[in-house]
């Protein structure tokens, strides 16, 4: 059943799909760079769409 919620994904997971540690992935957060879904006081979390967006918005031209 689909419920139209976005899948929430941790910083370790995050880290995976771009390559860095979680560390950088919540300091890119705290940085307004990639946007963050905070779920309590310490729980943070980010949507698919954002990570995407934020590999889209660092994209560069292939290199020849």
């Known amino acids: 059943m689909e419920t139209g919620l976005a899948k929430l994904l941790t910083a370790d997971q995050v880290g995976e799909i771009i390559g860095r540690h979680p560390r950088i992935v919540l ?7 990639l946007t963050a879904v905070r779920l309590g006081h310490r729980t943070i979390r980010f949507q698919e769409s954002d990570v995407q967006d934020y590999i889209d918005a660092h994209r560069t031209p292939a290199l020849s």
């Open 27 to 33: 300091d890119l957060a705290r940085r307004g760079e």
